[in-house]
């Protein structure tokens, strides 16, 4: 693995070897201010082969990887952490979009681990009808639950409480800096504690470019189906009406029943993209 | 009594019916925004308040356990 040290490098790699192989496939999403950022914090790695281009982000406990690719090609990945890779597709077209890096997955042992589904939830369809859950949550409030924006001593406690949740993985996480987590917008992590104080439940997303990015939502198992997950919901949009929000994008296992209709329940929108989540070397 | 919580069950969610001893958990007929709605929906049937702290899955698995719950309130 070579390190990337800047966004001109990663340019010039990926122009090149698009330039030298014609009908390359690719999942790389990469924004080019995330390259920068990535690779002025040194997390930004890649690899070569015939036919095939890695690259490599970081992210401490595994590498996030993306790449492109050309029919029949062998690369090799590196085996000193796990590695993670989303193929995402539009509804209906998994075979002639991501075809050609399933086969590649596949054949260097990847183990496919979700199809998750793209859900967005515009603030104008789904605030009403959390309006209408208002004097619940005031009726919570009164019994001392409290909804706040998390303050940054306790992100570690939220993200702890997500990961045990099982709702989402480590490989959903998107490592950061302790100057990147003091630079998160308040709000962007919310908990819900009880009168004693203890934390009950939490819902974080990111927020980028005016767009909300819903991460994950956990409720602590005593709390479940007790209304939290809703008072959740409704200060998470009131927080993205005062900043200015349109909407908040999701990606929801397709298996998780569960939060799907929850989700569709309060008038989120089910988006024609999908993504293929596929491991290699879990331990 | 039973009649109006049919009502407001059915208008949560249509598939649960009319079975009072039916675990609308196990068959997930009822999620976390559900049950808000409902009990929203049986204060106002029932012109009561229903403490937060009664809103746990095992006053709200069965119908029966709403209508012991509702009677319990209603005294």
């Known amino acids: 693995m070579r390190k990337i040290e800047s966004y001109e490098k990663y340019s010039e790699i990926v122009n090149l070897f698009k330039q030298n192989n014609a009908h390359t496939q690719t999942n790389n999403f990469f924004m080019p201010e995330e390259v920068e950022r990535f690779a002025g914090l040194e997390r930004l790695y890649y690899d070569e082969f015939e036919g095939c281009l890695i690259i490599y982000l970081d992210e401490e406990s595994h590498y996030h990887a993306v790449m492109y690719a050309v029919d029949g090609c062998r690369p090799s990945f590196v085996t000193d952490k796990p590695v993670f890779m989303r193929n995402i597709y539009r509804d209906g077209k998994r075979d002639k979009e991501a075809g050609i890096l399933t086969k590649v997955l596949e054949d260097a042992g990847f183990v496919k681990d979700a199809t998750t589904f793209n859900v967005r939830g515009y603030y104008e369809d789904v605030f009403p009808s959390l309006q209408r859950i208002e004097r619940y949550v005031r009726a919570l409030e009164k019994k001392g639950f409290s909804c706040i924006y998390t303050g940054p001593d306790e992100y570690s406690k939220v993200d702890e409480l997500v990961l045990a949740s099982g709702i989402i993985r480590k490989f959903h996480y998107s490592f950061k800096t302790d100057e990147e987590r003091n630079s998160i917008t308040p709000g962007c992590y919310l908990s819900v504690h009880n009168r004693d104080g203890k934390l009950c439940a939490a819902n974080i997303c990111d927020l980028k470019d005016g767009k909300a990015f819903g991460v994950a939502a956990a409720i602590i198992p005593e709390y479940k189906l007790t209304g939290l997950a809703p008072m959740l919901s409704y200060y998470r949009f009131n927080w993205m009406k005062e900043h200015d929000v349109q909407y908040v994008d999701s990606w929801i296992a397709e298996n998780n029943e569960p939060s799907i209709k929850y989700h569709f329940g309060i008038g989120y929108k089910k988006m024609k993209r999908y993504a293929d989540e596929w491991i290699l070397n879990e331990r | ?75």
Do not use: H, R, W, Y
């Open chain 2, 1 to 75: 009594m039973k009649e109006k919580i049919i009502e407001v069950m059915n208008k949560a969610n249509p598939n649960i019916g009319d079975d009072f001893e039916l675990d609308l958990m196990k068959e997930e007929l009822i999620d976390s925004l559900e049950i808000v709605n409902i009990v929203m929906d049986l204060e106002d049937a029932f012109n009561i308040e229903i403490d937060p702290e009664l809103v746990i899955p095992e006053n709200f698995n069965t119908m029966n356990n709403i209508l012991q719950l509702i009677e319990s309130i209603v005294g």
